[in-house]
């Protein structure tokens, strides 16, 4: 089990989300960064589909009352025990009675803890995710709160295998090998977004158009899992129009009345009545879930099959890491 000493701003247990059920207006949900919890969870041996703790800008206060193996991954919160630096992108054993303190956001806005046998946290509509609006899923619906208990289901056999060999009497005591640093993703203060042209996108002027694609945003402090407002040039449509609501998804961009786009997020509604001048690539949600208020956001056309392509080889590159993974398990 492990107590919650002190929340941070915003910890939730989050999966890959509630599929299924936004026909009827639920929330798909789930992580804000896929990348960086399908890793975490393969560096402790679980199912890439096991909840995560998923941390913003300042993170909790955990005290371990077992021993565990865990993995941090996605932004850097300053995760330390007893003041020393706990290294991410790597399986790291803890010992029984060490609390694991996080901090300010350092680089990045998010980050995940993984821990083998992943969190034991009811199923609700098929998924362990937190939609704190709604009271839905994780620790009774709700971002973690001091007294917090979290429980954690039984380790694989590869998890406990790494875990024994890792084990001592340090407080934690990290493997000799991580991923590669060409793998992981490039946090900074300006991301550049790879976006497709959405349905309404000719309904913009041109000047919005040429805008969109060669001035930068920023990222307002309004911000949320369900959207990220950015500020920049105002974008206007040729001519006033009432849309009928249709379907968004993660990464829709619909832009409201006063011509400051919203990305749409993870907690999104299901439909919207914004027109959408476009539709980010999913390669790189990883770089908006890490954006934070004052960031700057630029946008690079590209086409769905250049999208498709660069998906592809993501999912290429994680397949060999995995595999890579359990051979160092062994």
């Known amino acids: 089990m492990i107590a919650v000493s002190k929340p941070g701003i915003h910890d939730t247990i989050q999966d890959l989300g509630r599929s299924g ?7 798909a949900g789930g992580v804000m960064d896929s990348f960086s919890h399908r890793v975490a969870n393969m560096l402790v041996g679980n199912d890439e589909t096991e909840a995560t703790l998923e941390m913003t800008l300042v993170g909790p206060r955990l005290l371990f009352e077992v021993d565990a193996l865990i993995a941090i991954g996605g932004g850097d919160l300053s995760p330390n025990i007893e003041g020393l630096p706990v290294p991410m992108w790597k399986p790291v054993f803890i010992r029984k009675g060490s609390e694991l303190r996080f901090g300010a956001a350092r680089a990045g806005s998010r980050s995940y803890l993984a821990v083998a046998g992943g969190f034991h946290v009811p199923v609700v509509l098929g998924s362990l995710s937190t939609y704190v609006k709604a009271g839905l899923g994780g620790v009774d619906g709700r971002t973690l709160q001091k007294g917090d208990s979290l429980h954690v289901a039984p380790p694989s056999v590869l998890s406990r295998n790494l875990k024994e060999k890792l084990a001592s009497s340090m407080p934690f005591h990290a493997t000799d090998w991580q991923i590669a640093q060409k793998l ?11 976006v497709m042209s959405g349905r309404q996108y000719e309904l913009f002027d041109e000047e919005s158009q040429e805008r969109f694609w060669n001035e930068p ?4 402090s309004q911000s949320d899992r369900m959207g990220y407002r950015i500020s920049g040039p105002a974008l206007q449509l040729i001519e006033p129009m009432e849309m ?11 832009v409201p009345q006063d011509g400051n786009p919203i990305i749409l997020a993870a907690d999104r509604q299901t439909t919207g009545g914004y027109p959408k001048i476009g539709q980010m690539a999913t390669i790189d949600f990883t770089k908006l879930a890490q954006a934070k208020a004052g960031d700057r956001l630029s946008f690079k056309e590209v086409t769905i099959e250049e999208s498709q392509m660069l998906f592809a080889k993501q999912d290429r590159n994680l397949k060999e890491l995995r595999a890579a993974i359990r051979v160092k398990f062994s």
């Open 217 to 220: 945003f920023t990222v307002s």
């Open 21 to 27: 059920y936004q026909k009827f207006g639920v929330v």
């Open 244 to 254: 009928v609501s249709e379907a968004v998804t993660y990464g829709s961009i619909q």
């Open 184 to 194: 992981l993703p490039n946090l900074s203060n300006h991301y550049e977004i790879r």
